[in-house]
């Protein structure tokens, strides 16, 4: 037995307008962006772990990327 019919019957129907997007279909957004106007695609991009690995080898300095690039030996290197 349900105390307060009307209450569960408006409770119900907002439920059933957030799962079947009644005001996403009623008010369509122009362009599919958020807040900061970055579009799904750039914000995929940007998360990709490509991305982050460029991102932090840029944050290197210059001294830090060559003590790197030298201390690191080739296996042509070791070969000969």
Known sequence: ???DPETCDQ???SLV???T???KNKYPRLK???FT???VEDCKMIL????LKQME?????PWRKLREKFSAKKPEEDSQ
Request: neutral net charge; proline residues 0%.
């Open 1 to 3: 037995q349900i105390a």
């Open 11 to 13: 409770m119900y129907e």
């Open 17 to 19: 307008r957030i799962h």
């Open 21 to 23: 997007n009644y005001y």
């Open 32 to 34: 599919d962006t958020n």
């Open 37 to 39: 106007g970055v579009t």
């Open 48 to 51: 990709s772990t490509d991305i």
């Open 57 to 61: 080898n840029m944050k290197k300095g």
